[in-house]
């Protein structure tokens, strides 16, 4: 076992966790950990666009950018955080240009913008170009100028090594902390693939940057490894997750597969079409059509499928039409999109609509923080030194549906501010003592799942999860399908305990590092489905056939889900421990935007 100590450890090297690095590294001595190699972290499939109202082609300001992302996340948004976005998002690319990013420009050399959905002018009149792009790899431009600056700056990067415990002082997940009391971090415990080593990382702060959880869908536009590790980190410790019941349907998967075909096909004028040819989204929102938030549009499609209105032999799809356009504008506008089409589907988007269904994409919840990305452990106290920023956190800028683009966004503003955040903590901290068996619980728990014979597959268990959680808990849900599901995942838990792997070697051992993840997959969608039982109301992403509308009075908060062990002890061998889940509620901050009907 090796042991490291730094000022700042960050994790995860997507673009949230280097943006925080190319702050943290020229104030304090800075690491950054990351289990994929940095440029394929999932930021580089991002293709559509980041947001900021620069008003380069059209009349814009950041206020109607806040509106549109409060009004987007179904009035469940912290609106302090969105302005703090929108107002910040300027600068956030303009950085990105100083840094060498190639945006697409106007014929003037300004940066081009584009539509997307939900983005309006003064507050729902029109559709508006905001969504700064380059092509539709505008996450790849991200990802590669990011790592460039790094390596420019000498960020120091352990490549392959998988973060599996968050250490705190105190374990919440065991111990009772009144409130006020303090609770620092103290470091992680990761896993080297090549060489199989444990090693410890001490440090004075933490920066959780683990990217989302679309894996616990099968399907998903997300990459096999968005597993939602850092999310499943905190939660095992004792900290709460926040809204994690809302989850984003993409409208525009390919369909069956899930391979995400990027709004801004219908942003360059895509249109949608049922079976029947109609152009639906007239029906569902008449103003901004096509360009709805995606839980609307993404809510309309299935309910066109439904209703026995969806295209192709088994109706069980809808058409993204682009032929209208000009073949030379979506080759300069949308070349890998529809590269996808014809590599996957055998389709010529020229001249043929491309079957799509909606594909699990986005967490809106994951690990709570106040506006300078400390983690919360209750609805008041931060983990001193501990910081989130990106998919895994929730800062609540995207309340309960996001809009388009304001992901990438989101991991650049707060990516930054955790970065600074985190080095200043340091500067005035000091390390705080490991306890002794800080190891004991991950090494236990590999040791079982490697020497153990024979037992459950994790290729069966991962599957069945995530064909669960297509069934019971897409974009419509209800109490049956929520229980339903529930049952099934506490199941696959209880087998989880009797999983083993094939590959009993030590040296890049993939196998067992999926049995880790699928540990936190089932963590995680246990989360998800308990949240979604108890809101019985729809809201955004969260759509309960049972509650179809939207319940103010008694669900205009955020959900705070915590898990206790029942067995009082560690984790000491695979497996979930007994534990329970509790949720309770935090307020919502209003500031400008009083909670209203949401019609487009
Ligand atoms: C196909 C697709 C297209 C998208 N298009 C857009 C778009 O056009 N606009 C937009 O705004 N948003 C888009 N999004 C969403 C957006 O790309 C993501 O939300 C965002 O990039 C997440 O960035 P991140 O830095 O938080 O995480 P990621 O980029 O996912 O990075 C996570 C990092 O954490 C590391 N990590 C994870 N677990 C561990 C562990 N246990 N130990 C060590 N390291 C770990 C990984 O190695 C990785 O480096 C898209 C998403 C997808 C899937």
Redesign the pocket.
């Known amino acids: 076992m090796q042991t490291h100590q730094y000022d700042v450890i960050i994790?995860?090297?997507?673009?949230?966790?280097?943006?925080a690095a190319l702050e943290s590294s020229t104030r304090a001595r800075t690491a950054v950990?990351?289990?994929?190699?940095?440029t394929?972290?999932?930021?580089?499939?991002?293709?559509?666009?980041?947001?900021a109202a620069l008003a380069n082609v059209e009349e814009d300001n950041w206020e109607w950018h806040t509106f549109d992302t409060v009004k987007g996340g179904d009035y469940l948004v912290d609106q302090d955080a969105a302005e703090v976005m929108a107002k910040e998002a300027i600068d956030a690319v303009l950085d990105l240009e100083k840094m060498g990013l190639p945006f697409n420009r106007t014929p003037e050399g300004k940066i081009d913008q584009r539509r997307f959905g939900g983005h309006t002018r003064n507050h729902g009149e029109a559709a508006v170009r905001r969504?700064c792009?380059a092509a539709?790899r505008?996450?790849h431009m991200?990802?590669q100028t990011l790592y460039q600056n790094c390596v420019k700056q000498d960020v120091e990067f352990f490549n392959e090594?998988?973060?599996?415990d968050l250490i705190l002082d105190k374990d919440l997940a065991i111990e009772d902390v009144p409130e006020g009391e303090e609770v620092a971090v103290a470091g992680v415990v990761?896993y080297d693939l090549a060489s199989g080593e444990i090693h410890v990382f001490r440090a004075k702060s933490v920066v959780l940057?683990?990217?989302?959880a679309?894996k616990i869908f099968k399907t998903?536009?997300?990459?096999h490894?968005?597993?939602g590790?850092?999310m499943a980190?905190a939660l095992r410790r004792g900290l709460p997750l926040e809204d994690m019941e809302f989850f984003q349907f993409?409208p525009t998967g390919l369909a069956g597969l899930g391979?995400?075909l990027?709004?801004?096909a219908r942003g360059e004028g895509g249109i949608l079409r049922n079976g029947d040819g109609e152009r639906f989204m007239e029906r569902y929102a008449p103003t901004i059509k096509d360009l709805a938030p995606r839980d609307i549009v993404a809510r309309s499609m299935a309910n066109e499928v439904r209703e026995g209105r969806g295209a192709g032999p088994n109706k069980d799809y809808v058409l993204l039409d682009l032929t209208h356009l000009e073949p030379a504008h979506i080759d300069a506008k949308l070349p890998d999109i529809t590269e996808f089409a014809r590599t996957y589907l055998g389709i010529e988007p020229y001249t043929e609509p491309v079957p799509v269904y909606p594909t699990a994409?986005?967490a809106m919840g994951g690990v709570p923080t106040n506006i300078t990305t400390e983690v919360l452990r209750n609805n008041t106290d931060v983990v001193k030194g501990l910081f989130a920023?990106?998919?895994?956190?929730c800062v609540s800028v995207h309340g309960s549906n996001?809009l388009?683009?304001?992901?990438?966004?989101?991991?650049n503003v707060f990516?930054k501010r955790a970065g600074v955040a985190a080095a200043e903590y340091a500067a005035g901290a000091t390390i705080v003592e490991m306890p002794e068996n800080a190891t004991s619980a991950v090494v236990a728990q590999l040791e079982a799942m490697r020497q153990r014979p024979d037992g459950e597959r994790v290729a069966d268990l991962r599957r069945e999860l995530q064909e669960t959680m297509d069934r019971g808990a897409q974009v419509f849900r209800t109490s049956e399908s929520l229980t339903e599901t529930l049952t099934v995942i506490q199941g696959l838990q209880e087998r989880f305990s009797r999983v083993s792997v094939q590959d009993k070697g030590k040296m890049f051992n993939t196998d067992l590092l999926e049995a880790v993840?699928l540990g936190?997959l089932l963590d995680i969608a246990e989360v998800v489905v308990v949240g979604a039982l108890s809101r019985e109301e729809s809201r955004g992403g969260h759509f309960r056939e049972d509650f179809p509308d939207r319940d103010d009075a008694n669900f205009m908060s955020h959900t705070m889900a915590y898990r206790r062990r029942t067995d009082g002890a560690d984790v000491d061998a695979a497996g979930i421990p007994p534990h329970e889940t509790r949720l309770d509620t935090k307020p919502v901050v209003v500031t400008r935007y009083q909670p209203m009907e949401r019609k487009y």
């Open positions: 994790v995860g090297a997507g673009g949230a966790g280097m943006r950990i990351s289990k994929l190699y940095p394929r972290s999932h930021t580089g499939a991002a293709q559509g666009g980041m947001c969504a792009y539709d505008t996450g991200i990802l090594f998988y973060v599996l990761a940057a683990t990217g989302g679309g998903t536009s997300n990459a490894t968005l597993t590790d850092g980190l993409h391979i995400l990027s709004e801004a994409h986005y920023a990106g998919e895994v956190a996001r388009g683009t304001n992901s990438l966004l989101d991991i990516g993840e936190f």
